[in-house]
């Protein structure tokens, strides 16, 4: 759909933004995000998209022990590596759609000093059901183990305000939830992302953090975008529709399973002799990006992740890839 209509007047204010020092604190966007996430302005802190806050949680805390249930955004991996923490992963079963259990999680946390999760996942699209979420985040609170939740793409799901976590960071310590603020606006050039979590957390995450980390006109993008809140209730039908569409076509194609998801992307396992190797070089060639899984843990050659576009991209994916699988 395009960044909101409503930010055409901040990309006209561009030059004028770029000539002066932005917010050093990002005190003005703080009060707009606080807002729009039902939080106060202490409990929210801003980066240079949710991808720096990952690395500052892991310089600041050093966690000894990092919990990584995967597959997942690889980034948590690289982060923890940097940071010579002792990486535990966690094998999520592809034959129950990537959906942990329980009392498994409980048992791989145990002993962990901090574990991240993705919620919805990143690439299966799944989210983890409240059943096991909030009894988890209750353990590890009592464990003193600290969670970083990264919402970054529930943005999308129509159910966000009900799925969040955000609120429950107000009262414990040992949780931060990972937004990206211009993903689901269209404008993941401007790269900003926000920590919400207890205002003693985020005071000491903050410490960490340089002034002027987020420039001007991403400041003023971003605040503008969060009052687009038609663009936003349009954009969350749109991509639940065309998904869904999607899916079910590619379910009708040979050789592709395809995982359910409530993001804006699919995750799909290719049952043929076409690896995820060769389908993004044909793919490639006809001017088609997918992203091959084949990097992150548990996943292998057969596994691709593929974007939820428009109805005429979406089309066009759905031709050319029938015909590179065969």
Not at 229 to 237: G, I, K, L
Not at 285 to 314: H, K, Q
């Amino acid at each position: 759909m395009g960044p909101p209509p409503g930010l055409s007047r901040v990309f006209a204010e561009g030059l004028r933004l770029a000539a002066v020092y932005p917010d050093p604190y990002c005190e003005g966007l703080q009060e707009a995000a606080a807002g729009f996430l039902g939080v106060s302005p202490d409990q929210v802190v801003f980066a240079n998209g949710a991808i720096e806050l990952i690395y500052l949680v892991m310089q600041a805390l050093r966690p000894k022990t990092v919990l990584i249930p995967g597959p997942t955004f690889r980034e948590y991996e690289i982060a923890a590596r940097i940071w010579q923490a002792r990486i535990r992963h966690f094998r999520l079963s592809p034959r129950k759609n990537f959906v942990p259990g329980l009392a498994q999680l409980i048992r791989a946390a145990r002993g962990a000093d901090l574990v991240f999760l993705c919620n919805p996942n990143n690439p299966t699209g799944n989210l983890i059901p409240a059943e096991v979420l909030q009894p988890f985040l209750r353990f590890c609170a009592g464990e003193g183990i600290f969670v970083v939740l990264d919402e970054s793409f529930l943005f999308f799901h129509p159910r966000r305000e009900e799925l969040t976590c955000t609120r429950q960071a107000e009262r414990n310590r040992n949780l931060l939830v990972l937004h990206s603020l211009t993903k689901f606006y269209a404008i993941p050039g401007l790269r900003v992302g926000c920590g919400v979590g207890h205002p003693d957390t985020i005071a000491f995450l903050s410490g960490y953090l340089p002034p002027w980390r987020v420039n001007g006109i991403a400041q003023a993008a971003v605040a503008a975008a969060l009052g687009q809140t038609e663009y936003a209730a349009q954009t969350r039908s749109f991509v639940k529709a065309e998904r869904e569409l999607l899916a079910a076509a590619l379910r009708r194609i040979p050789g592709i399973t395809v995982f359910p998801s409530e993001a804006n992307y699919l995750l799909l396992r290719l049952e043929g002799a076409v690896t995820a190797s060769l389908l993004a070089d044909r793919l490639g060639r006809r001017g088609i990006v997918i992203r091959n899984c084949s990097n992150f843990a548990f996943l292998d050659e057969r596994y691709v992740r593929v974007a939820v576009r428009d109805r005429e991209n979406n089309n066009k994916l759905l031709e050319e890839l029938a015909a590179a699988v065969r």
